[in-house]
């Protein structure tokens, strides 16, 4: 059995997402570049306020990275009504950038799996992108099976660790079936109910949010590794809870268009094929803005794709991927109490 925890990667983390670019963070940056016309907290406050969701006093921001969620989230919903904002996160130096980027936000270190020791009744929680992080039980059968003592403890009707206890617990008590049980996320939707007046808003990637069941799998990323989550044990779990649930897709919650970008590596090696003509054109014709080599590319740049395809040929179309493709890969939850 494994147990996947990346509290300690996280905690020491330095305040940037450097091999986690999530869907969040590509829209900031396409919007901040002109490209895109809404930023991406406006959307998911759209996307509420059409649900008649739209929190009325305080919301929880849980996981908020670099807070480039909270930027437009609170604009919009501060037209409506007056709340207020808390972020709550592990990592030190992300929950100084979170504040930093969203003047009179509040901030609590603390763990999303233990919210409820942290956070009071509130209004509204939203975890973007952060429950892969959260601890994932792989092999829980497999080793009840293949160990001498987990077959002896089997036999006496009881489990061999605190661990797998928890996890057996979890899969009686919402009938969970499978290998891998992402236990971390359980918990912090087990720990939302007593909490939550209105309801909460979860996405994730690398998830089975088109409802069918898949064995959740281990992603590598630099200096940690996840877990995809399986959006049918989370969705059983939220209703035994009694929350009236939705679930689908980012890219139709949050209306992505068709937009395409490329990787880092492959843009270095398009650059050097450029054609510096029909880059100064581009410029010219403000397809792109004047500055766009000295942009931060550890972030990824963003291209339309026609201009990738003046500046680059054809060839390039294998080397782009499509924004809302990607984002039709992330599922969410918006859970209603
Ligand atoms: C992948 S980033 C997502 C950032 C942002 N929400 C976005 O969509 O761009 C995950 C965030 O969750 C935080 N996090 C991970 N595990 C956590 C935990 N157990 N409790 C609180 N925060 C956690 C990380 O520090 C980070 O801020």
Not at 15 to 39: F, N, Q, W, Y
Not at 158 to 166: I, K
Not at 320 to 332: I, N, T, W
Request: negative net charge; glycine residues 8%; charged residues 25%.
């Amino acid at each position: 059995m494994y147990v996947n925890n990346t509290k300690p990667y996280h905690i020491q983390k330095a305040a940037s997402l450097s091999g986690e670019i999530t869907i969040c963070h590509r829209v900031t940056i396409l919007h901040r570049l002109g490209m895109i016309d809404k930023p991406y907290g406006q959307r998911i406050a759209e996307g509420l306020d059409i649900r008649g969701l739209l929190p009325n006093h305080d919301v929880v921001e849980v996981g908020g990275g670099l807070g480039e969620l909270a930027q437009s989230f609170i604009p919009y919903v501060r037209e409506r009504h007056d709340i207020s904002y808390t972020f709550l996160d592990y990592c030190p130096a992300l929950l100084r950038a979170q504040v930093k980027a969203n003047s009179g936000a509040s901030a609590i270190r603390g763990d999303a799996q233990r919210l409820s020791d942290f956070v009071g009744n509130t209004d509204f929680v939203i975890a973007n992108e952060m429950i892969g992080d959260l601890m994932t039980v792989d092999g829980i059968e497999t080793a009840a099976k293949e160990t001498l003592m987990g077959r002896l403890f089997r036999w006496m009707g009881r489990q061999p660790t605190a661990m797998t206890e928890y996890v057996a617990q979890a899969k009686d008590k919402y009938g969970l079936s499978g290998d891998v049980i992402n236990l971390g996320a359980i918990w912090f939707i087990e720990q939302m109910r007593p909490v939550l007046r209105q309801g909460a808003f979860i996405s994730e990637n690398d998830c089975d949010c088109y409802g069918v069941e898949r064995e959740a799998s281990r992603i590598s990323l630099p200096g940690h590794d996840e877990y995809s989550i399986k959006f049918p044990h989370l969705i059983k779990v939220a209703e035994s809870l009694g929350f009236k649930v939705e679930f689908g897709n980012l890219a139709d919650f949050a209306g992505i268009p068709e937009m395409y970008h490329i990787e880092q590596d492959d843009y270095n090696q398009l650059r050097q094929k450029m054609n510096p003509g029909l880059l100064a054109e581009a410029i010219k014709e403000k397809m792109v803005p004047e500055d766009i080599f000295s942009l931060d590319f550890d972030t990824r740049i963003c291209y339309d794709l026609d201009l990738a395809e003046l500046l680059m040929g054809s060839r390039v179309r294998r080397k782009v991927s499509d924004l809302r493709e990607e984002a039709k890969q992330v599922g969410y939850l918006v859970l209603r109490v």
